[in-house]
């Protein structure tokens, strides 16, 4: 398998790339769609970034949206005209607590869409279980706690949730299919000391991959850093030999735990990913991303409320252009190292792109 995390993938759209600058003068599709299909959600992790009150991230969200049914299936069939490649399905709240989810991923088995999702996996069994493994890229569940007590002290759930997701999740691989299950494990000051243990767990009921992330405590990366300093080192040494005994092939381990600790300012004026991979949430509105999802101030771009996304897409071009990351993007950014990659792409000189 190759690299999963890259982002280098955007350079294998060359068209899209092209499309992007202001000057270019064409509107293209999304590459990627994310769908935010209810903000309902049966966890709640002290750390969601939806809703910590001191993140930007998810500051005017209503927990009770939900996309309609007859809304998600026009989104849909608009993609698919349009030739989004992908979407992912991602909160808000859980993916899984949306009553429409096992009908909407019909229609995209349908269509050309490749689908993915992220989720607690708390409702991870029965029929949606059995369409995933069998049609979707990919599945990434998030943890936290390393045992039944922890997990649901992180989480405010029943305390043998953590069991039970462990059980879903090797009920899941069981079943066969190409469905790749990955696992994103969150670090924070309470299980900085079991993360090499419950890679080593994971590893032990078959999923596809690990990936270790920062917790993100506040919008400036110097409070982050500050955060943690005191257990990165670590939490470096159990990825690395989490990595040594069991990385490879089989059980990919993605170390994410640096990345996110980098400065959050920008120094560019308009970010390109916004056209490449934009969200739609559970209120119908259309966000830049998903760092600013559920920002309306900064991350609107629209409601298709009243709209198709298609005719959304088509019309207006120049509101792509209106956010300026160098002044409201300060904060944690998923697409930064993207965006300048893209940004020095666009800006090489025509006239001596032969002299490679
Ligand atoms: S620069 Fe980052 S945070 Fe800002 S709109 Fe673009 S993707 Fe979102």
Redesign the pocket.
């Known amino acids: 398998m190759g690299l999963l995390y890259t982002k280098m993938k955007i350079f294998h759209f060359k068209e899209k790339l092209d499309s992007l600058s202001e000057e270019s003068n064409q509107i293209s599709p999304p590459l990627h769609v994310r769908i935010k299909p209810t903000n309902i959600c049966n966890h709640d992790c002290w750390y969601c970034a939806y809703r910590a009150d001191n993140l930007q991230l998810g500051q005017d969200m209503n927990v009770l949206d939900s996309i309609p049914r007859i809304k998600m299936l026009e989104i849909v069939e608009d993609l698919a005209a349009m030739g989004v490649r992908a979407v992912t399905f991602s909160g808000g709240g859980d993916p899984f607590c949306y009553p429409h989810l096992l009908e909407t991923v019909e229609r995209l088995r349908d269509s050309k869409i490749r689908f993915a999702a992220l989720t607690n996996g708390s409702r991870l069994y029965s029929s949606i279980a059995e369409f995933f493994a069998h049609h979707a890229t990919w599945l990434r569940i998030s943890m936290d706690g390393w045992d039944n007590a922890s997990y649901a002290a992180y989480r405010n759930c029943p305390d043998d949730e953590f069991s039970r997701v462990l059980a879903n999740m090797e009920t899941f691989k069981k079943i066969g299919g190409k469905c790749y299950l990955g696992v994103g494990i969150v670090v924070d000051i309470r299980n900085f000391n079991h993360i090499y243990d419950l890679i080593r767990k994971l590893q032990g009921i078959g999923v596809d991959s690990v990936k270790v992330s920062p917790c993100i405590v506040s919008n400036s990366g110097a409070e982050n850093n500050a955060y943690h300093d005191p257990i990165c080192s670590t939490v470096k040494e159990q990825i690395a030999k989490a990595m040594a005994e069991y990385g490879g092939q089989e059980f990919e381990i993605n170390d994410s735990y640096h990345k996110q600790l980098e400065t959050f300012s ?1 120094t560019y004026h308009w ?1 390109p ?2 056209q490449i991979s934009p969200v739609i949430g559970a209120d119908l509105n259309v966000y ?2 998903h ?2 999802a559920y920002n309306i101030k900064d ?1 609107l771009l629209g409601s298709i409320s009243d709209k198709r996304f298609k005719e959304f897409w088509s019309v207006n071009r120049s509101k792509f252009y209106g ?1 300026d ?1 160098a002044v ?2 300060n ?1 944690h ?4 190292s993207s ?1 300048l990659r893209i940004i020095e792409y666009l800006s090489a000189d025509k006239n001596h792109l032969d002299f490679v």
């Open positions: 920008k970010c990913y916004l830049t991303c760092d600013k991350g956010i990351p409201i993007c904060h950014c998923v697409a930064d965006n």
